[in-house]
């Protein structure tokens, strides 16, 4: 799959690229957790603080996971299932009006295409991934 002249190399950099991304994104889960928790609140999430907590470290285990290569199955799913409902929950732009609305459907479009991202990853977990440890379940 991966026998064309520099396929390995872009391979893994658009898993750093999009691990990276969202282990960086679930590390600013942790340095704002408050801050986070209270948009959850709003957003009338049950326990946002256990959410944002939990959100966090789904974030950094998926997007290591994808980055290296190991147990990309379960990381690229959970980060694909994440997205999705994140985007439906946290994102609701048909509730808002104004900019709110077009801001909100911003992000929920960003968050649906994480998850074609994610869902990509997820279809290519099975086969050996170039510069990974390629330790799956």
Do not use: I
């Amino acid at each position: 799959m991966f026998e064309t002249t520099g396929t390995g190399a872009v391979f893994l950099l658009a898993r750093v690229v999009f691990g990276g991304v969202l282990a960086f994104t679930g590390l600013n889960h942790f340095m704002d957790v408050e801050g986070m928790a209270g948009y959850a609140e709003f957003k009338g999430l049950p326990a946002p603080k256990l959410s944002v907590l939990g959100s966090g470290g789904l974030l950094v285990f998926g997007g290591l996971s994808v980055v290296t290569g190991v147990v990309p199955t379960v990381g690229a799913g959970a980060l694909a299932l994440f997205l999705f409902v994140s985007a439906v929950m946290m994102h609701d732009f048909w509730r808002m009006e104004g900019e709110e609305a077009q801001n909100e459907m911003t992000s929920f479009l960003k968050n649906l295409f994480g998850v074609g991202g994610a869902l990509a990853f997820l279809a290519l977990a099975g086969t050996q991934w170039p510069y990974a440890l390629n330790f799956g379940l």
